[in-house]
């Protein structure tokens, strides 16, 4: 198989599971010795990320243990990484219901979001007090869409709309946004 290419990590937590998942599943599964492992740490960290580990180098054990360690505490702390969803989703700005390549956007970080609650540091992302500010983030003429879709959903499926129906929402008009013939 052809080697895979590791995003190098500047210390964006939102970044860090992504390059951790990578970067163990490409090097550690090849390299065993922990300063090798630490190099290519080393090599694919830049900024803040690669400041705080490169003293690293200077310890005689577990010197690649060491970084992952200040890497995730420093990056990789779920409850932050969590707030800081969060803080994106509140921060976004106002996307057009004509705007395909916003809706695509906002869709894409909304499956970002739904990913980490799997992991349980979101469970939040269900409730009516997360969904709706991100319903007044798009086009006033896409408020009345949701009402409808959260109504249908009410009725057939006999319970309230959750996260996954938003994206499921934002996906359907990011397509009706993107299609060449209609739109």
């Known amino acids: 198989a052809p080697t895979v290419d590791i995003d190098c990590f500047s210390a964006n937590p939102l970044d860090f599971q992504y390059f951790m998942l990578t970067f ?8 065993t010795d922990q300063r090798g492992r630490l190099m290519r740490l ?9 400041d705080l ?5 200077h310890e005689k054990f577990a010197c690649y ?3 992952v360690n200040l890497l995730t505490t420093k990056s990789g702390d779920p409850d932050k990484i969590a707030e ?28 970002k979001c739904e990913t980490h609650k799997k992991t349980g540091h979101l469970p939040k992302l269900d409730s009516t007090s997360t969904i709706r500010p991100i319903i007044l983030k798009l086009h006033h003429s896409l408020h009345d869409k949701w ?6 959903i009410k009725r057939s499926k006999e319970r309230k709309a959750k996260f996954q129906d938003l994206i ?3 996906d359907f008009h990011a397509s009706l946004a993107a299609n060449p013939c209609y739109s």
């Open 168 to 170: 499921q929402f934002v």
């Open 65 to 67: 243990d060491k970084a």
């Open 42 to 50: 080393l090599q694919y960290t830049s900024g803040n990320a690669k």
């Open 53 to 57: 580990i490169t003293h690293c180098v």
């Open 84 to 111: 800081l969803y969060l803080r994106e989703l509140r921060e976004w700005s106002i996307v057009k219901a004509t705007d395909a390549e916003g809706l695509e956007k906002l869709h894409r970080f909304l499956i």
């Open 24 to 31: 163990k599943n490409t090097v550690e599964s090849t390299v």
């Open 147 to 152: 009402n409808v879709n959260v109504e249908k």
